[in-house]
């Protein structure tokens, strides 16, 4: 499921899914202002996180799906053929940044890859936790270099 449809519906029932940490948030020309020299996949991370911005979701998904799969060939994981565990962990991280609390269950993460639990706590848990990592190594990589520039 795209993650940008999963915020929409969550939304409707959560006042602020992305109030994490109780950062305040960001306006989204302020944080590009203060990112202007960094790389995109952390710009688009930290509009993401930070400022709540979910009309990068479909990109930032994308560029993560990216370097989930350069992660995945690196460590020589299989994934079996027609499954799009990788794209749909992706999608999984940036839903779990905004909103941890309902999907920090196993059963919800599964239902939303699309695998069953036996496989997710057997190999693909640590794999998501390396991808969702990521994410959240990009976003803190942002809000480092935007505090850094505030200062």
Not at 83 to 89: E, V
């Amino acid at each position: 499921m795209n993650p940008v449809r999963v915020m929409a519906k969550l939304t409707e029932q959560t006042p602020n899914p992305g109030g994490v940490g109780g950062v305040p948030e960001l306006d989204v020309a302020t944080c590009a202002a203060l990112c202007a020299r960094l790389d995109r996949k952390y710009y688009l991370a930290a509009r993401l996180k930070w400022c709540l911005d979910w009309t990068v979701a479909s990109e930032l998904e994308y560029l993560l799906w990216v370097h989930a799969a350069g992660l995945a060939s690196h460590e020589g994981w299989r994934v079996p053929r027609g499954r799009q565990y990788l794209r749909r962990m992706a999608g999984l991280a940036i839903a779990e940044t905004a909103d941890p609390k309902h999907w920090s269950t196993q059963a919800a993460r599964c239902e939303f890859i699309g695998m069953d639990a036996a496989a997710w706590s057997r190999r693909w848990r640590g794999r998501y936790e390396a991808i969702f990592g990521m994410l959240n190594d990009w976003s803190a990589t942002a809000w480092y270099h935007i505090r850094k520039m505030q200062a």
